[in-house]
């Protein structure tokens, strides 16, 4: 039997076996913000150890930094500290940080595709759980916490089992109007928020493989909504045209020996796969959440379920919490629910790709009367290509507020929040309870399509009929 | 610095019950400006426990027949979501010292090993079973047991489930890896020359 591309980077980067039966694994590359950096520099600090491989590290500052106005000193202090302790910690170690000032910034999970940092292959961790984004390169890509950010600052390694692998097949063409996103929230909802529990990812099939790269980003990111610590899909010409040309990607001679050794990760014809799901792409339907975790989701044509339709009485109990802190009624139709805010943007839907597709949608229209409307360009890369495209004037035009990179209002660490119990028509990756900012904000889950779409109807709207999308 | 051997806990537990309880409800990201874990004592569950006034909500962390507790009796999927440390660095911070719940994400898992917090699993009706003896019995007190994998109080035994290497690393006291990962420079230098580095 063949490998799997996540055994193959598996035993390409396997140190040893530790004594507790764990492996030692080589860390190919590192990346970083100031949120869950600064203990582990701490506790570097502590043990008196340097950084090992510093130029395998990268940083960026993304959770806490406002996007209308990154002036300094900021208003909240806190975040200030938090930048300057980054600054100061990637100064000390030598490790190169994608500061305001250096046109590079950006969401982490944006900065290292868009930059060619991230490659297939690799293993690469960042202290962020939607480090999985990075596996659409076809890298093995995983989020970790602040001591293992701490292990790989020491010694470029962890201490790691390994996962076993599902292939996730999407097979056919995706309908119109169906994008990256509502693949994932469709998977999500069908092998639920702990399916993944255990399992990596391989995202295949011919709906996978007719997939463009930001879209498989999307889909990537999503992979740990659904508890797949680690979500890839396989390197193909796609992926090495998205790199080529990109600063850190190789260049020269050194290219092509690259992309051959890229292609020889790629799981073979005959892997051995843990467990296998095929979905028909033809079920997919643009998809939004209606309760407080990813895999509560229904097509946009559906209504609100009852805790009745709840597969068991555990998910019967999650029902009822989720339906009482959402405000909704079980058989309501999700389409016309009123939204307060709409929110275009984050590591799962910030890409160049996800702006370029909306823009034409909404040129020459409004948004709705009443609707705060985000756009949030994921990097200063992006955000940039916007301003030079028309795009960004666009959304301007159309009563977007056009904002500043970062995180934004994924995760209500800067001054993006919601207040009280708004609605919020979001791109994020994450529809828990108070994640927005507000302890009583409600968060719809959904494609940049349907967010524009709520964002210029004020209500959870089919992006196929107010675009005429066929 | 040798580690605590981490093999028996024993006291009072306190049911967090729910599906997916993932780690923004654990603790809240307001909670994680910060550029240490200090402060984070006292924060776990927070807005699960507290209204925005500031009021109890009545949570049952809060009710004083299960103060000092130092068991949580979770649910499936418990720590799902963000890879935020924070989370169990506030669990173990405000006196918790295991958590036994029907499944586990995978990352916070990892955390809460790493700083010698055990997290083990029990059959769902086990810990229902579990549950609704410290509801009506708050002051049990209950053992998880790490060499027998077993949860236990005077009335009842259950059994426990938790990967051999992290149960191992716990039970040795090498639950910190990092003095491990030094171990063998020569090998990580050896991938280190071999395996490609993104460069401009």
């Not at chain 1, 470029?156 to 996962?163: D, E, G, V």
């Not at chain 2, 898992?109 to 549950?131: H, K, M, Q, W, Y």
């Amino acid at each position: 039997m063949g490998k799997t591309l996540y055994r193959k980077v598996w035993e390409a980067h396997t140190v040893g076996t530790l004594p507790d039966g764990r492996t030692q694994l080589f860390i190919a590359t590192h990346l970083m913000h100031e949120v869950t950096s600064p203990q582990a520099f701490a506790m570097l600090r502590e043990l008196n150890l340097p950084v090992l491989h510093p130029e395998r590290t990268f940083a960026t500052v993304d959770h806490i930094i406002p996007t209308d106005n990154q002036c300094e000193p900021f208003a909240d202090p806190r975040a200030a500290t938090m930048l300057d302790a980054l600054r100061r910690n990637c100064k000390e170690h030598g490790i190169r940080l994608f500061d305001l000032a250096s046109g590079r910034q950006g969401i982490v999970h944006m900065v290292g595709p868009e930059l060619g940092i991230t490659q297939p292959g690799m293993t690469i961790v960042c202290g962020d759980s939607h480090t999985a984004t990075h596996g659409a390169m076809g890298a093995v890509a995983m989020g970790i916490g602040t001591t293992q950010v701490r292990d790989v600052l020491a010694t470029q390694t962890l201490a790691m089992s390994p996962l076993k692998v599902r292939n996730v097949r999407v097979e056919g063409t995706l309908r119109p109007g169906v994008t990256a996103k509502d693949v994932a929230l469709h998977i999500i909802g069908r092998l639920g928020a702990n399916g993944g529990l255990g399992y990596a990812y391989e995202f295949g099939g011919s709906a996978i493989e007719n997939m463009e790269m930001d879209g498989r980003l999307t889909l990537c990111n999503l992979a740990i909504e659904g508890a797949a610590r680690c979500g890839y899909i396989n390197p193909d010409e796609k992926t090495f045209a998205y790199l080529k040309g990109r600063p850190y990607a190789p260049k020269g001679a050194d290219w092509d020996a690259a992309v051959e050794r890229w292609k020889s990760f790629a799981s073979d014809a005959d892997a051995e796969y843990d467990d296998v799901v095929i979905i028909p792409a033809e079920e997919i339907e643009p998809t939004v959440t209606w309760g407080i975790s990813p895999d509560m989701n229904i097509g946009i044509s559906g209504s609100v379920p009852s805790p009745n339709d709840a597969r068991d009485t555990e998910s019967r109990k999650a029902y009822i919490t989720a339906l009482e802190y959402m405000k909704l009624t079980p058989g309501q139709p999700i389409k016309g629910l009123p939204v307060d805010v709409a929110f275009i943007g984050s590591c799962t839907n910030g890409r160049i790709s996800d702006f370029r597709a909306v823009a034409p949608l909404i040129a020459g229209r409004k948004v709705a009367p009443g609707v705060k409307a985000l756009a949030v360009p994921g990097s200063q890369m992006t955000a940039q290509q916007c301003e030079e495209e028309g795009i960004a004037q666009i959304f301007r035009d159309a009563g977007f507020e056009w904002r500043l990179p970062g995180c934004s209002m994924c995760l209500a660490m800067n001054p993006d929040r919601l207040i009280g119990d708004q609605i919020c028509a979001s791109t994020s990756n994450r529809n828990f309870k108070g994640r927005q900012g507000s302890p009583t904000g409600r968060t719809l889950l959904m494609s940049p399509l349907m967010a524009a779409a709520a964002a210029l109807t004020g209500r959870v709207s089919d992006p196929r009929e107010i675009f005429d999308i066929a | 610095m040798p580690l605590n051997k981490v093999i028996s806990i024993s006291g009072k537990a306190v049911p967090v019950p729910g599906a997916d309880m993932d780690t923004d409800r654990i603790i809240p990201a307001r909670f994680l400006k910060c550029v240490t874990f200090d402060e984070l004592a006292g924060t776990m569950f927070h807005d699960e426990r507290f209204n925005d006034d500031g009021t109890p909500k009545g949570h049952p962390i809060d009710a004083p027949q299960h103060a000092g507790a130092c068991i949580i009796l979770g649910g499936e999927n418990f720590g799902c979501g963000s890879s935020r440390e924070h989370a169990p660095q506030a669990i173990k911070r405000s006196g918790i010292q295991a958590i036994v719940a029907e499944s586990f994400a995978e990352i916070f898992f990892g955390n809460s090993s790493g700083i010698g917090l055990p997290c083990v699993c029990a059959a769902r009706e086990d810990l229902l079973a579990a549950t609704a003896l410290t509801a009506e019995q708050p002051a049990t007190v209950w053992t998880v047991d790490l060499d027998s994998m077993t949860l236990s109080c005077a009335e009842a035994t259950y059994p426990i489930r938790m990967p051999a290497e992290p149960r191992e690393a716990l039970m040795q006291g090498r639950w910190d890896a990092v003095v491990e990962l030094m171990n063998a420079p020569q090998e990580v230098a050896a991938l280190a020359a071999k395996l490609p580095c993104p460069t401009l």
